[in-house]
């Protein structure tokens, strides 16, 4: 029996895998991180659980500073959490 699943992505702040829509993709574009909606933009991605929690321990523990060998834009990130409010 063929189960059909969706692809997995790993988050940086629980280090779970989950359905990547249940995840935030980050990606650095020209050496600029952003918001990737689409799931499809080309570059290097990290991924965080939508919700609050891993939100704080990804900023705390910079997760994202060490998958993408950089800084993360404090605007990015404010992004994230607002987009968290939009999802209620
Ligand atoms: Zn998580």
Redesign the pocket.
């Known amino acids: 029996m063929v189960t059909k699943q969706l692809p997995l992505r790993k988050?940086?702040?629980?280090?779970?895998m989950?359905e990547k829509d249940k995840?935030f993709r980050l990606v650095k574009i020209n050496e600029m991180v952003c918001l990737d909606k689409t799931y499809k933009a080309q570059g290097r991605g990290a991924y965080?659980?939508k919700?609050k929690?891993?939100l704080d321990?990804a900023l705390k523990k910079k997760s994202f500073n060490r998958s993408f060998r950089q800084a993360v834009p404090t605007e990015v990130i404010d992004n994230l959490y607002m987009e968290l409010e939009n999802d209620r």
């Open positions: 988050c940086v702040a629980c280090n779970n989950f995840l965080v659980c919700n929690a891993c321990i």
